[in-house]
Nanobody
Framework: QVQLVESGGGLVQAGGSLRLSCAASGRTFRTLTMGWFRQAPGKERDFVAAISWSGGSLQYADSVQGRFTISRDNAENTVYLQMNSLKPEDTAVYYC?????????????????WGQGTQVTVSS
């Protein structure tokens, strides 16, 4: 079992930055592929970014490439999402997720464990 707790969401103006954190407990964190997803009202949950267990492989959605950076600290059992140059269309609930799969996958169904989500609102 893995428990995930996100933090760092909030209200920011367009062009601003936020850093989301996701603290994990339970199963050995360093064995997990970690991902960030987001869901806007009335829309499906979309892939944002993912990082392999070692941090050696990263993947981003086209919409955030060059603006967001995913990273992890296996000693602290934490994964981060640094979000820069935020846009109003980035407004959503952001979820941290953990997968026991070997490789990175962008499909939400591949992630077994989910956090409760943190709201990010970008004003224009």
């Amino acid at each position: 079992q893995v428990q995930l707790v996100e933090s760092g969401g909030g209200l920011v103006q367009a062009g601003g930055s936020l850093r989301l954190s996701c603290a994990a407990s339970g199963r050995t964190f360093r064995t997990l592929t970690m991902g960030w997803f987001r869901q806007a009202p009335g829309k499906e949950r979309d892939f944002v970014a993912a990082i392999s267990w070692s941090g050696g492989s990263l993947q981003y959605a086209d919409s955030v490439q060059g603006r967001f950076t995913i990273s992890r600290d296996n000693a602290e059992n934490t994964v981060y999402l640094q979000m820069n140059s935020l846009k109003p269309e980035d407004t959503a609930v952001y979820y941290c997720a953990a997968s026991m799969a070997w490789g990175i996958d962008v499909a939400p169904v591949s992630y077994k464990y989910w956090g409760q989500g943190t709201q990010v609102t970008v004003s224009s």
